[in-house]
């Protein structure tokens, strides 16, 4: 059986939630100012006084000191409950269920979406850190795909393109699946394979307004678009830019067995020097064996 007390629990008396609260601090200021401010031990001991201090209140200047002391207690109370969540650690890695993968700050994993059949989401784990019961939590930064930006996927977008974007999460550990690597650009470039687990990011994605950084990047070919890294382009000789095949009227078969290539501008200014400065005996000129270079 439970007891029924007409009296409230003590400790809800003196807690910071309860109406008493603020009359219970200003009580406690002229009881124990010359005392410790961080320690409210010593109320219970005091109660039968208290009545005899709150009739002393009714000076103005006393209630404006109070007053004072009590928003002081409040400043000091709501920056320790900013510091410290009760049992919480930050961690340096974590293994994930039922593999041996280690995870840490810094790694890209993949996590598992709510619908199965659309593809892992990816993220960068900023920060790991365990409650009191264990429950371990990561702090991560999205990735987006393409397809998942507000401008949506476009041609120059590769296959394995991801986009870091300024949107931040909390996932529990148990939704991660894997570990992969976002490579730069640059380096995704010069990988002679590319497994499943390798994605690359050349921008940085502004999740509200769909806007990217850097918001320019070169263009190449006659079409004018950026370089997407699963489509085979060729080099001209003579102006060193860089050419789908099929702008070039060419299958991706011709443009592989290509040794050398000059794009359509270049060859006209070859055949124009060579009009002036030869005279043309014979009206087709000799092709010059290509080479094909990515
Ligand atoms: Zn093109
Ligand atoms: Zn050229």
Redesign the pocket.
């Known amino acids: 059986m439970t007891s029924l007390s007409i009296f409230p629990d003590p400790a809800w008396i003196f807690s910071f939630n309860s109406p008493f609260y603020l009359p219970v601090v200003r009580v406690c200021f002229f009881v124990y100012f010359p005392l410790s401010f961080d320690s409210f031990t010593f109320i219970p001991s005091i109660l039968p006084s208290l009545l005899h201090f709150i009739t002393k209140l009714a000076s103005k200047n006393l209630i404006f000191l109070a007053f004072q002391f009590t928003f002081l207690v409040h400043k000091k109370r709501t920056l320790l409950m900013a510091k410290t969540k009760p049992g919480k650690k930050d961690l340096d890695s974590y293994t994930i269920k039922g593999t041996n993968k280690v995870v840490r700050p810094g790694d890209c994993v993949l996590m598992r979406p709510l619908d199965s059949d659309k593809p892992p989401y990816v993220a960068r784990v900023e920060k790991i850190d365990s409650d009191h019961r264990n429950n371990v939590k990561f702090r991560v930064r999205w990735y987006y795909r393409p397809e998942e930006s507000i401008g949506g996927r476009r041609q120059f977008h590769g296959a394995k393109e991801l986009f870091l974007s300024d949107h931040y999460d909390v996932q529990s550990a148990h939704t991660i699946e894997g570990k992969c690597v976002v490579h730069t650009f640059k380096n995704y470039t010069k990988l002679e394979n590319v497994g499943a687990e390798d994605y690359f990011c050349r921008f940085e994605y502004k999740a509200a307004t769909g806007g990217f950084t850097p918001d320019r990047v070169a263009v190449?070919?006659?079409?004018e678009?950026p370089y997407n890294p699963d489509d085979l382009m060729v080099q001209c000789e003579g102006c060193k830019d860089w050419?789908?095949p099929?702008?070039m009227d060419m299958t991706i078969d011709e443009a592989k067995r290509l040794d050398q290539f000059l794009c359509s501008d270049c060859t006209s200014e070859v055949d124009a020097k060579r009009s002036l400065n030869t005279f043309p005996v014979s009206p087709s000129l000799e092709v010059e064996p290509k080479r094909r270079r990515r």
């Open positions: 190449y070919c006659k079409c678009m050419f789908h099929s702008c």
